[in-house]
């Protein structure tokens, strides 16, 4: 890891911004300085751009650390800030979404139809006793109703816990039982890859096993179009219930700490955290940075975030940043090679994209296919493009930039988390001179620091630990139900300054390159996944003994998931390798969801372990990397590494 920084840290190409783009850009160097003379200042200005009902005094109360509030005596309607506002200042007639689905179906709603929609929604949501605090579960395709109903959630006061529609009924049940949710909104199907994949089906199958749970109802939007069934008194078409509801619906101003949502994501434990964002900073920062990081023209852009709503970065720059900013965004409910391999742009030439917000594994995925699918297609509307999820490497910038950017456009390349809650490091277009693999500098606003395990900044060209060292708007405010996990997690380590998971290191400039995660946490195509979840999923099964998973690199998904499996002896001749394989694959995706399925099963007579017992994940990489396997001194039984080895060999 250490020497391949090295040769990514001699990249030596520079971008300055452009005379052109800096003439014309949202923020320019000044900001830096304003928010350093005063952060706080700087935070509340930002906040001020919101409509607040009832305005704040309080910018930061931090007494009882790490349980911040923000604009805590200040009161607000997010889903008013996200709609209503924009048509009262008469922009009721600028698209909001252009919606394409993926067999070829599109539609558009402007501000006015999208705010009709969400008080219809939340008038149905009302209807069903969905009142301020309560959990709704999400488990929907990427359809503009998803947007509609996070807002509609939103509007009431109540919190949305969005579960990814690849997680399976397994995962849904566990997140719908940890947040207690009332009511869930989920569709028939939705497309992907050509085909419908069920949605309700797994609903049903998430509630009827076991115990009782504590959903109510069930809202099933038509999308699939697929069989279906259907428990009466429980389940819900949504059409029907919007088709009868009031389209009147007035925002009601909630506290700016009330919360907003619980997005669950995976951590060094088997049980997913449910972190939990509130109100008003949330959106103060999701919209200053999606304006300040995308060089944001609200009346002439034309905005595309690839990700789904199921992660965080949906949540921040699909739903809440862009729409709190009024912009015009594209919204695409399947896959970049359906149902051909130019799909993506051939939805930038349609719709005049001039912003992309996508991931190093997509950019990294058309590199492969080659550059003629693209330059079949007109992207010369594109000005500004953006990248998160894991580091970008130098070689798919300068592709990203030149082939898909036309050798002119910048690249933002961001880091944050789903603790985070909006981007943390990023350039701005209009002032960074832009350093291919680098995630630069923090956002205005926002303090960062390396340090060493005591605590101590390791000042420039060292590796050391990310910690974010002051309070920020949209910081995560708690583990859902386990304000211990929390503290625990994040800030046993640094007191007051925030642990991210991530290793860092600063140059002679000072920007900051990420070197990945310090924890047992893989990052499989932008996508955070615990070894640990996936090794109880495996553990799960009766012919497992014992499991250990390792991310190993992977040059398509930047790390992939590669499992070491001890099968139980009294099973040792139920199945071959090739089917014990293949079984425990489909096993881990039944439990966790497709996205978790190892790319790698390996049956071993042992796992290496040092003399407490701990599993020696080190030396598994080493071997899931093909790389000469390392020090084996602490092990408990030094054998075990040649076995394994040799069996594999
Ligand atoms: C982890 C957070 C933020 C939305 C997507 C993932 C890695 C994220 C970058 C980047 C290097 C990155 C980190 C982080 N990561 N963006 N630009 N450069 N690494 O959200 O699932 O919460 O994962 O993704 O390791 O800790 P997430």
Known sequence: MVTRIDNLMHESRRFPPTVEFIADSVVGPEIYAAAAADRLAFWADQARTLHWHKPFTRTLDWEDA????????????????CLDRHVLAGNGDRVALYFEGEPGDSRSYTYAELTAEVKRAANVMAGLGIVQGDRVAVYLPMIPEAVITMLAVARLGAVHSVIFGGFSSESLRSRIDDASAKLVVTADGGYRKGKVFPLKHAVDAALAAGTESSVEHVLVVKRGGN??????????????????ADVEHEAMPFPAENPLFILYTSGTTGKPKGVLHTSGGYLTQTSFTHRAVFDLHPETD???????????TGHSYVTYGPLANGATQVMYEGTPDSPHPGRWWEIIQKYGVTILYTAPTAIRSFMKIGRHIPQAFDLSSLRVLGSVGEPINPEAWIWYRDIIGG???????????TETGAIMLSALPGVTTLKPGAAQVPIPGIAIEVLDEAGTDVGLNSGGLLVVSEPWPSMIRGIWGDPERFVETYWEKFGTKYFAGDGARRDHDGDYWLLGRVDDVMNVSGHRL???????????HPMVAEAAVVGAEDEATGQAVVAFVVIKESQAHAATADEASTLLRAHVAEQIGAIARPKLVFLVAELPKTRSGKIMRRLLKDVAEGREVGDTTTLADTSVMRIITDKLS
């Open 66 to 81: 790490p349980f911040a509030k923000w604009f805590d005596d200040g009161a607000l309607n997010v889903a008013y800030n």
């Open 227 to 244: 069989e279906v069934e259907w428990q009466h008194g429980r389940d819900l078409w949504w059409d029907e219930e919007m088709a009868a």
């Open 302 to 312: 034309i905005y595309w975030c690839t990700a789904d709503v199921g992660w965080i």
């Open 407 to 417: 050798g002119n456009t910048p690249i933002v390349d961001t880091w944050w988390q």
């Open 530 to 540: 615990s070894t640990a979840e996936i090794e109880s999923a495996l553990v799960s």
